[in-house]
T-cell receptor
Framework: DADVTQTPRNRITKTGKRIMLECSQTKGHDRMYWYRQDPGLGLRLIYYSFDVKDINKGEISDGYSVSRQAQAKFSLSLESAIPNQTALYFC?????????????????FGPGTRLTVL | DQQVKQNSPSLSVQEGRISILNCDYTNSMFDYFLWYKKYPAEGPTFLISISSIKDKNEDGRFTVFLNKSAKHLSLHIVPSQPGDSAVYFCAARWGNTPLVFGKGTRLSVIA
């Protein structure tokens, strides 16, 4: 079984709809992240959470919100989807004990969600 | 302002030869650098990392070199294999901040 799972894997929706993307992990990691990938733009950070009570905006948080329901679950919401939010969305996790000044804070990614907003 | 730059969007290499992927950065505070590999329809997977106190790290066919004075790192793959064809992302971090990724380089290894 995959350590980091994302649901749904594919989603087509219409402009103005509210969408939630979900991420679950069994790695026991404290930290979780949401990224989007667009052609030619690489991976851009949307939000991240270093523990259940910690939520931080990333580079491109406008139009998005997140919820950290538990250590293992981190969901991303698009309150009112627009076409330029069409992208690949990735969830990732990392181990705080390895990241806090003691290592590279390697992130482990889920398989991604392909979102299309019409 | 892009802190991690991969200036080559794509690279083609013959099977068996060396692949060299380059990455430049602007933030002198970065203390760890990582390379990720991504196949289509999959999430990125960690490949290799290097601390800023080192200048080389090797793992099998993969070696990462770091030149701090030039703010430059490179990933060498020797010998290149068709299965290495993927998009490679360079990433960096400092302190307790999240990773910052480059835009990626698509490597094609031709048999």
């Amino acid at each position: 079984d995959a350590d980091v799972t994302q649901t749904p894997r594919n989603r087509i929706t219409k402009t103005g709809k509210r969408i939630m993307l979900e991420c679950s992990q069994t790695k026991g990691h404290d930290r979780m992240y949401w990224y989007r990938q667009d052609p030619g733009l690489g991976l851009r950070l949307i939000y991240y959470s270093f523990d259940v009570k910690d939520i931080n905006k990333g580079e491109i948080s406008d139009g998005y919100s997140v919820s950290r329901q538990a250590q293992a679950k981190f969901s991303l919401s698009l309150e009112s989807a627009i076409p330029n939010q069409t992208a690949l969305y990735f969830c990732a996790t990392s181990d705080a004990s390895r990241g806090a000044g003691g290592g590279p804070d390697t992130q482990y990614f889920g398989p991604g969600t392909r979102l299309t907003v019409l | 302002d892009q802190q991690v730059k991969q200036n080559s969007p794509s690279l083609s290499v013959q099977e068996g030869r060396i692949s060299i992927l380059n990455c430049d950065y602007t933030n002198s505070m970065f203390d760890y650098f990582l390379w990720y590999k991504k196949y289509p329809a999959e999430g990125p997977t960690f490949l290799i990392s290097i601390s800023s106190i080192k200048d080389k790290n090797e793992d099998g066919r993969f070696t990462v070199f770091l030149n701090k004075s030039a703010k430059h790192l490179s990933l060498h793959i020797v010998p290149s294999q068709p299965g290495d064809s993927a998009v490679y992302f360079c990433a960096a971090r400092w302190g307790n901040t999240p990773l910052v990724f480059g835009k990626g380089t698509r490597l094609s290894v031709i048999a």
